[in-house]
């Protein structure tokens, strides 16, 4: 069984940061991309930001320059700064994760963790 587990999240006024962590445990053989999206409020979820095991690292137009993703083998970090009312939102760990049974990997998401940013 593999589990994601977010932490990290809670409230915090505008201009101000929050770091969001993601461990991956479980029967696991290797992770390929990690990342975090996020879901407001009667719209649909979204990317943040994905990181490959390679490195490779991609972020949505309306977090680049403000958060900044990183990693360190099972676990997927999201630093967020300069936090805007708009950022808040549910969000999700996700991961490419290939257990030792499996020929191909597969998705596996966190059950998330709420940012609130205040005005």
């Known amino acids: 069984q593999v589990q994601l587990v977010e932490s990290g999240g809670g409230l915090v006024q505008a201009g101000g940061s929050l770091r969001l962590s993601c461990a991956a445990s479980?029967?696991?053989?290797?992770?390929?991309?990690m990342g975090w999206y996020r879901q407001a409020p009667g719209k649909q979820r979204e990317l943040v930001a994905g990181?490959?095991?390679?490195?490779s690292i991609n972020y949505a137009d309306s977090v680049k320059g403000r958060f900044t993703i990183s990693r360190d083998k099972n676990t997927v970090y999201l630093q967020m700064y300069s936090l805007k009312p708009e950022d808040t939102a549910v969000y999700y760990c996700?991961?490419?994760?290939?257990?030792?049974?499996?020929?191909?990997?597969?998705?596996?998401w966190g059950k998330g963790t709420l940012v609130t940013v205040s005005s």
């Open positions: 996700n991961a490419e994760i290939i257990r030792p049974m499996d020929y191909y990997g597969m998705d596996y």
């Open positions: 479980g029967s696991i053989f290797s992770i390929d991309a």
């Open positions: 990181i490959t095991s390679g490195g």
